[in-house]
T-cell receptor, first 114, second 113 residues
Framework: DAGVIQSPRHEVTEMGQEVTLRCKPISGHNSLFWYRQTMMRGLELLIY????????DSGMPEDRFSAKMPNASFSTLKIQPSEPRDSAVYFC????????????FGEGSRLTVL | GESVGLHLPTLSVQEGDNSIINCAYSNSASDYFIWYKQESGKGPQFIIDIRSNMDKRQGQRVTVLLNKTVKHLSLQIAATQPGDSAVYFCAENSGGSNYKLTFGKGTLLTVNP
């Protein structure tokens, strides 16, 4: 299996620009999660989807952040406009939708906003 | 153990020694716990999990202990190897009927050859 695939792996952009991060979950997984990791706050859950439907977006920082899952094999996390404090590593993860079991993470997208 | 400060707790051990990494979780209603390992530049990787109806679970070279009375979780690594050097996170499922992992701040394990 290819695992969870994220792109881009690295992105450097200027404040005010739009950023789009992409994720392809493991085939057959029903749940998809977006996490953000910083030294200050650790791993924070931003939003998660079950069967392509957003279930809990309470972790999304503000209206500048949005996430979509148009189908079972693709999700995007968009930041518009980006700010320097958005600099972090963003992880996508997926699992089968069970309430127990492993959550499979991608390699992450490292975002730097100048 | 876990810390809410800016700096990761650090554990430094000699190769071959046993390591114990501790974690205090926050939600007494959490019923499922996982330990993850994260190497530099990579995503977290699953190590071992435990349900709240157990107090101990063993894997290959790893053991997880759960003390619900004091909301404490520990990960024991036997015969620690240089390849075990990484940041270790505990995570609790605080989502009830939904799967919603909340992660601790992590502990940096350094194994000296």
């Amino acid at each position: 299996d290819a695992g969870v695939i994220q792109s881009p792996r690295h992105e450097v952009t200027e404040m005010g620009q739009e950023v789009t991060l992409r994720c392809k979950p493991i085939s057959g997984h029903n749940s998809l999660f977006w996490y953000r990791q910083t030294m200050m706050r650790g791993l924070e859950l931003l939003i998660y989807f079950n069967n392509n439907v957003p279930i809990d977006d309470s972790g999304m920082p503000e209206d500048r952040f949005s996430a979509k899952m148009p189908n079972a094999s693709f999700s995007t996390l968009k930041i518009q406009p980006s700010e320097p404090r958005d600099s972090a590593v963003y992880f996508c993860a997926s699992n089968t939708g069970s309430v127990t079991g492993e959550l499979f993470f991608g390699e992450g997208s490292r975002l730097t906003v100048l | 153990g876990e810390s809410v400060g800016l700096h990761l707790p650090t554990l430094s051990v000699q190769e071959g020694d046993n390591s114990i990494i501790n974690c205090a979780y926050s939600n007494s209603a959490s019923d499922y716990f996982i330990w993850y390992k994260q190497e530099s530049g990579k995503g977290p990787q699953f190590i071992i999990d435990i349900r709240s109806n157990m107090d101990k679970r063993q894997g290959q070279r790893v053991t997880v202990l759960l003390n619900k009375t004091v909301k404490h979780l520990s990960l024991q690594i036997a015969a620690t190897q240089p390849g075990d050097s990484a940041v270790y996170f505990c995570a609790e499922n605080s989502g009830g009927s939904n799967y919603k992992l909340t992660f601790g701040k992590g502990t940096l394990l350094t194994v000296n050859p």
